[in-house]
């Protein structure tokens, strides 16, 4: 079966020398796999890069389960009122349950794996995720999540296939991110030169690049057990994102206001929030009347954003049990009552969609899940950048040449699944990142 550039990719990343990888089968390893070599005293045969389950003639550990690679052999019991709890819960959720895939998710937590990669829908959603470290996911949420974890340990990959490795540093990998989210972003800066001052085409590209960064680090501090220190991370992440966030609709302000006839000349009131001048820039660009009309979706985020970003100084983080879909962010924002309120009331313009981030947990105030919050903010945010840029791009001269990005690990890493992100962490226990995939899907391992 020929490999997607996905699964490529994903095969090439579980192969770095941070990953713990093994392959996993319900038959177990095929005949051919690699083996340990035996010995009457010690044992060996082991299947290198797998990890095998065999029953076991016992009352209370009805399985054993053997992990090898080249350099070791890790063994371990599986209790039989494991696989047990497992059966009943997939029972619960979905009227039947396999023996294979409860004896599957069972097996990932005792080995305490961070991660399993699987196509089997049963496994996907399920609430047993609750009962261990393991985050069960597909091959193209695996893509994002490992990525991700790279990135913490200083990858920065942009490509990634059989023997060749292109990186980056933080910086350019975030610029290219952001160029491929904002199909306008390179096409204005490139043309723009000289029609705009250079700081102020500098300042765009750094806007650009801190949204998508900061998205990294709040999905990365919110995967991680609460503590206190983390909770005071997590505020501060989130506070310079709001502030990049507002900085960036204002500067794309000063920006149009050159274009305009004559351009406002008073510094305070170029500015979104100003009626008249919005009313002169939708006149001179018809195509902005949609996205910033008193009705517009960038009108509404940019009041969202501005609450907030107002009131960050009356903003206090929390330890609590914000539940997300698929893990936990178990840091939360406190907001004053008023102020939560009429955020969501601006979000809540923008789509008929609770999963904000925002609920009403105290009689007087808010809390906020950052994570939740930036995941539904972020898209709203790059299509009203791009929609001004867009609207900006005909009144420029010339265009550049077409330029193809390197960037393989683009939307699949920093969209597909970054909701996904729980539980992936470097804990005290080992510096790797441990994960096994279900070997009879579709991913070529």
Same mark, same amino acid.
């Given at each position: ?5 996905? +699964? ?22 095929? =005949?051919?796999?690699?083996?340990? /070599? *035996? ?15 065999? +029953?076991? $003639? ?13 350099? &070791? ?44 990669? !699987? ?42 296939? =059989? ?5 980056? *540093? ?22 723009? +030169? ?42 501060? !992440?989130? !506070? ?21 006839? /004559? =351009?406002?000349?008073?510094? =305070? ?21 949609? /996205? ?10 940019? $009041? ?15 330890? !609590? ?18 102020? @939560? ?12 969609? &609770? ?19 930036? +995941? ?17 791009? /005909? ?9 193809? &990005? ?20 470097? @804990? ?18």
């Amino acid at each position: 079966m020929t490999e997607s550039i996905d +699964e490529v990719v994903l095969r090439e990343l579980l192969g770095s020398h941070q990953i713990s990888m093994s392959l996993y089968a319900d038959e177990g390893p095929p =005949p051919a796999v690699s083996r340990r /070599p *035996s010995d009457a005293l010690w044992g060996g045969d082991e299947a290198i890069g797998w990890t095998v389950v065999k +029953e076991n $003639d016992d009352v209370m550990v009805s399985h054993k389960i053997t992990t090898a690679t080249n350099d &070791s052999v890790a063994s371990y019991g599986l209790l039989h009122d494991q696989t047990f709890l497992a059966k009943t819960v997939l029972e619960q959720e979905h009227g039947s349950a396999n023996d294979a895939e409860a004896l599957l998710i069972s097996v990932a937590q005792e080995v305490q794996a961070d991660l399993l990669i !699987t196509e089997r829908e049963a496994l996907l959603g399920t609430r047993l995720l609750d009962a261990g470290n393991c985050q069960v996911s597909l091959p193209g949420d695996a893509l994002a999540l490992v990525a991700l974890y790279l990135r913490s340990d200083g990858q920065f990959i942009l490509a990634k296939v =059989p023997n060749v490795t292109v990186t980056a *540093s933080s910086t350019q990998f975030h610029r290219q991110v952001a160029e491929v989210h904002l199909p306008s972003l390179t096409e204005f800066v490139n043309r723009a +030169e000289g029609r705009v001052s250079a700081a102020r085409l500098l300042t765009v590209l750094s806007r650009a690049r801190n949204l998508f960064k900061a998205r990294d680090r709040i999905a990365l501090l919110t995967s991680q057990a609460a503590t206190d220190d983390i909770a005071n991370e997590i505020s501060l !992440t989130f !506070t310079h994102s709001l502030v990049d966030m507002v900085a960036f609709h204002d500067v794309l302000a000063r920006i149009i206001n050159e274009f305009l006839k /004559p =351009p406002e000349s008073n510094p =305070p009131r170029i500015k979104w929030q100003n009626p008249r001048w919005r009313a002169r820039v939708i006149e001179e660009f018809p195509d902005l009347e949609d /996205p910033w009309s008193d009705g517009g979706h960038a009108k509404h985020l940019n $009041d969202a954003l501005r609450v907030v970003r107002n009131e960050i100084h009356d903003v206090a983080p929390v330890i !609590t049990p914000f539940r997300a879909e698929r893990g936990a962010a178990q840091v939360g924002l406190a907001f004053h009552v008023e102020v @939560g309120a009429r955020v969501v009331t601006s979000l809540g313009a923008l789509a008929d969609d &609770s999963r904000l981030g925002i609920r009403q947990a105290f009689a007087d105030g808010h809390l906020m899940d950052p994570h939740l919050f930036y +995941e539904f903010v972020m898209p709203w945010m790059i299509r009203s950048v791009d929609d001004v840029l867009g609207a900006l791009l /005909p009144r420029l001269q010339g265009r550049p040449p077409a330029q193809e &990005s390197s960037l393989l690990l683009c939307r699949e890493v920093v969209d597909e699944s970054v909701r996904a992100i729980a539980r992936v962490h470097r @804990g005290s226990r080992t510096r790797s990142f441990d994960g096994i995939a279900v070997a009879d899907g579709t991913l070529g391992l």
